[in-house]
Structure formats: structure tokens, C-alpha cells
């Protein structure tokens, strides 16, 4: 992470840069200048000494999943990520949920969160329902009293109480979606954070599951969700936060984001637009080649901040962003 100052000091931004002791506005999760960075290709044979080299240039491997992201969400807020595929928002969520370690920046949770980001994390396909149910609700603070007395009701919820002692392995994927949901909804913690789970399941578990949420937003809890659709996002969040290139492209009203993201996907079908984001390319690529040329020759220095998504593609729309 960053080493940031002092806490409660302020940039030209106007969010400080490091989360200050005690908080004025009710907020449950804050961001600033969040990014991480992954390799594309997985390296092999390295020797230790590697993970102490300075890098000198840049990784031609490595690519930033998201950069310069920040927003503050506030306790009760029900908030939408929305954006393309391969745009960062599953990446994300894992950051907030505390399951990846930011590169820049950091992220804040105020008070624990129910993660249901992964469907079969920490669930084991060689245990059966009610050992899962028990380890599952362990690894998030719950005790076992705690689950005995809830465990009815997960299983009641999920409507599994015929494969209680089924192996994980053997239920379909919308029974391990069930159960997932079932638990973590279960949880007693301020935020729940959902990847995409509400688009899997029959009709009659989504009401279960957009009932139950409404009954969570109206105690008072945290939600932020990742969803490809437009339906659910309008029924369950006010809000709605528009990554594009690992970027905040946009954060206001779900509608009004919605259809600025609406609007881009439009234009970034147009033939027109591909052409420009391919000469774009063609232009960056030749940039960093003769970048790296002149520094061999000890001329010029490699900057990092050459990504693979540069600026220098085409705006997709023209209007500003919904809130800054």
C-alpha cells in the first residue's frame, strides 16, 4: 500500500489521504486511489532473489486491473458495480472484501462484511452440507452455537434438507448457490457484498433472495453488488458506480449510470469507434517501442504508466460524469 501521511490530512482531491481514527459521516466503505496490478502470463522457475530485484523498466506482463479508483459509500447505501466484462469489477470487490491486497492506495470497511464473492470459497466438495455449514460459518466468526441455532433456517432458506448429508460435490450448482447465499445472508454483519450470485437459481429462490435483501436494506445494512443485469441493479440499488478500463467512468443515480453505460457500449459498437481504438493501439504500441529503444541506450527511461488501456483512446461519450 501507499505510505500516506498524517491521518486526516487532505489532497487537491478533498478525500484524505489516509482514513482518519473516527469517521464524521456514517460511512461503510471507503476507497482512495485504489489499484492492483497482475501479470498476464504466470512465470515460472523464478529464483528467490527476484522477489528482491528493483525492477528496472516496465513488466511487459503486468497490466493494472484497477487504478486511481476512489468513492465513499455510506451505511445503509445499497450500490450497483456496474461495467463490462474483464473491467475490474469482481477485482473489486474481492479488494473490499479484503481477500487481495491493493498495489496503490487502500480501502476502508467500517465493521465486518458477509462476502459472498466466490460461490464455493471455502466451501470443501469432499464434506458434506452440514460440516460445510459449520466450517464455512467458523471462518466468519460465527460459533458453533451460533450455527446450531441457525442451521434450520439456512437450510430451510436454501431447500436442501434432503442433501444435508450430501457431499458438497454432488449438489447442482444452483443448490451450492443456494446454500452459499443462504449462510452468508445469514451472517450478522453491516455489509453484504454479492458477485453475480443472484443470476443463478429459479425464479422462486431470486423472490426469496430480493425479499430478503429488502428486509436487510430496511435494518439498515451495506449493499454492494455486482450484476450484468439491469433488472436486478433497479431493483436493489440506488446507486450505481460505472468501471471502464479499471477506471471510474462514472458514480450517481443507478439510472442515470445506466444509461451513460448504456450510451458507450452503443458507441463502442460502432465501426467508426473500432477503428480509432485500433490505431489508438497501433500508436501506443510503436510509443513504447521506441521508449524501451532509447532506454537500452540509456537515453530515455521506461515509465509505468504506459498501460496496456492508455488515455489516449477515444471518449465514448461526451457527456461528464454523472457525479464527480
Known amino acids: 500500500m501507499d505510505a500516506s501521511p498524517e491521518a486526516g490530512t487532505s489532497d487537491a482531491s478533498g478525500l484524505p489521504e489516509n482514513p482518519p ?3 464524521h459521516a456514517p460511512v461503510a466503505i471507503e476507497a482512495h486511489k485504489l489499484g492492483i496490478k497482475f501479470r498476464r502470463n504466470r512465470i515460472r522457475n523464478r529464483r528467490l532473489s527476484d522477489l528482491f530485484k528493483q525492477e ?3 513488466a511487459k506482463s503486468e497490466f493494472w486491473a484497477l487504478r486511481n479508483v476512489s468513492f465513499q459509500i455510506t451505511q445503509g447505501e445499497s450500490v450497483g458495480i456496474i461495467g463490462a466484462n474483464g473491467q475490474g469489477k469482481s477485482t473489486l470487490l474481492k479488494l473490499v472484501a479484503g481477500t487481495l491486497i491493493p498495489d496503490e492506495g487502500w480501502v476502508r470497511l467500517v465493521g465486518g462484511v458477509a462476502p459472498l464473492v466466490n460461490i464455493s470459497g471455502g466451501f470443501k466438495a469432499d464434506l458434506t452440507v452440514r460440516d460445510n455449514l459449520h466450517i464455512v460459518g467458523g471462518l466468519h466468526g460465527m460459533l458453533r452455537d451460533e450455527v446450531e441455532e441457525r442451521f434450520e433456517d439456512i437450510i430451510n432458506f436454501a431447500e436442501v434438507g ?14 451450492r448457490t443456494r446454500v452459499a447465499f443462504s449462510l452468508i445472508t445469514s451472517l450478522n454483519e453491516p455489509t453484504v457484498i454479492i458477485d453475480e450470485t443472484l ?14 435483501l429488502d428486509t436487510m436494506l430496511a435494518g439498515g445494512k451495506t449493499l454492494f453488488l455486482v450484476s450484468h443485469s439491469e433488472r436486478q441493479l433497479q431493483r436493489l440499488c440506488t446507486r450505481g458506480i460505472y468501471l471502464r478500463r479499471g477506471r471510474v467512468q462514472a458514480d450517481g443515480d443507478i439510472g442515470e449510470v445506466l444509461a451513460q453505460y448504456n450510451l458507450d457500449r452503443e458507441m463502442e459498437g460502432h465501426p467508426g469507434w473500432k477503428g480509432e481504438r485500433k490505431k489508438a493501439r497501433r500508436e501506443r504500441r510503436q510509443r513504447r517501442r521506441e521508449a524501451e529503444r532509447l532506454a537500452e541506450g540509456g537515453q530515455l527511461p521506461v515509465h509505468d504508466d504506459l498501460d496496456e488501456e492508455g488515455e489516449d483512446l477515444p471518449e465514448t461519450s461526451g457527456a461528464p460524469e454523472v457525479r464527480p
Open 162 to 175: 434432503d442433501f444435508v448429508d450430501t457431499p458438497f460435490r454432488h449438489l447442482s450448482s444452483g443448490m
Open 56 to 58: 528496472t523498466g516496465r
Open 199 to 212: 443470476s443463478v437459481g429459479d425464479r422462486s429462490f431470486k423472490r426469496k433472495a430480493y425479499e430478503r
Open 21 to 23: 481514527g473516527a469517521l
